[in-house]
């Protein structure tokens, strides 16, 4: 028998310190489930690896087997030794998975209530596995019920109505600090999804302050600056990625939102082209991993935030908040019973169709030894062969017309699955097939570091992972 778990870290139970060393790279999640192969106890596996958490969905033949697998996995992706590995700690089964993911791509269970982005990135995470093949009928079946879950979610209730994300709280914790930010010099280092988000809402105000903008692509700059932007007159191109720590030191407000093999402003760079008079300066790490050395904190007058400090905008009006879930979650709850129903399907109409299908044999065999001159029935009142036909379908209907009922209205999902294994057996059907594996499992042992190499710089900074 299989069963449904999902193991991993989230920012409920660690810091942004811990949750960074899980990280998986969108560049490197291939890879990552092509080395989930080697686990045999695995029949489907899916990764949801964001700023928030890193999460491994699976269907497994054993749940402690398919628990410690995973947590192998996982040691991998730290690439340490197994004195200084972090195991996951955060584990569900079978219906609460279902909840959680529900929760999650709802944006329920985002550190910013109700953001918009982990919508996509729920959906990439079932492509992904669909890409690799690793993913096999239920986790297929929750990630689709989940991906519709969340476009409710925002289409039926207020949550949609909520503008907001990791990089809008960012914005606003920014104001919050410095207030108006419309006169700000400010520096944005990462044009990705995130970062030409800050930049929007930074530009949604009137102002005369320059936005600087760093990329290490600058064709990303250039493309991005294309578009039809509010007070664009706002933005400068930064010259190139390399002058980003000398433009950074001398603006009042920093947000990094850059992944590379090593920090995006380092502290004793920052220190040398920060001017003596600036007295204040707000720098917000919006990456996982983090991009902003730690040390920066240890300047005067710099004042660092991280992802994890969001939780103060987050925070604030929990009574509109419980308002929100209070709307999600009616919605949720009737996606797992939909879930329910089918997986009570995949018993119900497999065993029905396998027993009309054997019972239906059986007819057409009698029939047909019976429709021969000197048959048993040869000289009956049948009228016809047509009469026997119908006659003998319509015993045949009436002989499975309650099995089928009782099975559909079963709802303990155990329950029937008994009835229907003893229904298997009384009528001499094959038994009940255990998911077979989506993908053949590779030979030898797992080593993650054969599909993605680790660079760890110098500085002490967290493993990050990079493709061949």
């Known amino acids: 028998m299989n069963h449904l778990i999902v193991c991993g870290i989230n920012y409920h139970s660690a810091p942004i310190a811990i949750r960074e060393r899980f990280c998986i790279p969108d560049s490197c999640v291939g890879h990552a489930l092509e080395g989930l192969k080697y686990f045999k106890h695995i029949k489907e596996s899916a990764i949801l690896s964001t700023c928030n958490r890193t999460e491994v969905y699976a269907v497994v033949d054993n749940v402690a087997e398919g628990m410690r697998q995973i947590e192998a996995f996982f040691q991998s992706v730290q690439s340490v030794s197994d004195h200084g590995v972090l195991r996951p700690n955060f584990r569900l089964l079978r219906d609460d998975v279902v909840l959680h993911l529900l929760r999650v791509a709802s944006g329920l269970d985002s550190m910013v209530l109700g953001e918009g982005q982990i919508m996509s990135q729920v959906k990439a995470s079932h492509q992904a596995a669909l890409e690799h093949r690793t993913s096999g009928p239920v986790l297929d079946m929750i990630f689709k019920l989940a991906l519709s879950c969340g476009k409710r979610v925002r289409s039926e209730t207020s949550m949609g109505r909520r503008a907001v994300s990791v990089s809008s709280a960012a914005v606003e914790l920014a104001r919050e600090t410095l207030g108006t930010l419309k006169t700000k010099d400010i520096s944005i280092i990462g044009l990705g999804k995130m970062g030409q988000i800050c930049v929007k809402h930074l530009l949604s105000e009137n102002g005369d302050g320059k936005i600087n903008l760093f990329n290490r692509s600058q064709a990303r700059v250039d493309l991005f600056l294309e578009n039809k932007l509010n007070n664009r007159e706002r933005l400068v191109s930064g010259a190139s990625f390399d002058d980003r720590t000398a433009v950074a030191a001398q603006s009042e407000l920093v947000i990094v939102a ?15 082209h920060r001017p003596a008079s600036m007295k204040r300066q707000i720098v917000i790490d919006i990456s996982v991993p983090r991009s902003v050395d730690p040390a920066l904190a240890e300047i005067e007058g710099v004042e660092l935030y991280v992802a994890d400090d969001l939780s103060k905008i987050v925070g604030r009006n929990l009574a509109e908040r419980e308002a929100l879930v209070s709307e999600a979650e009616k919605i949720v709850f009737e996606q797992l019973e939909n879930f329910h129903n089918w997986e009570r399907s995949q018993l119900v109409v497999p065993t029905i169709a ?25 000289d009956s009142d049948f009228s016809s062969k047509g009469d026997m036909e119908s ?6 209907n009436q002989i499975l017309h ?20 003893a229904l298997r057996k009384l009528f001499n059907l094959d038994p009940i097939a255990a998911n077979q594996d989506n993908y053949a499992h590779r030979s030898g042992d797992f080593k993650l570091e054969s599909a993605i190499k680790y660079d760890r710089p110098k500085t002490g900074r967290h493993s990050q992972l990079t493709k061949h």
């Not at 850059?258 to 040398?272: C, E, T």
């Not at 239906?360 to 429709?371: F, H, W």
């Not at 006659?391 to 045949?396: D, E, F, L, Y």
């Open 402 to 421: 309650h099995p089928t009922v009782h099975l559909k209205a079963t709802k303990d999902y155990e329950i029937l699955r008994q009835q229907a294994e």
């Open 354 to 378: 396998e027993l009309r299908e054997k019972i239906e044999a059986i007819r057409l065999e009698q029939i047909a030894k019976n429709s021969v001159a000197g048959g048993a029935l040869g």
């Open 391 to 396: 006659i003998s379908r319509a015993i045949v």
């Open 258 to 272: 850059s992944l590379g093999h090593d920090f995006a402003l380092k502290r004793d760079d920052f220190a040398r």
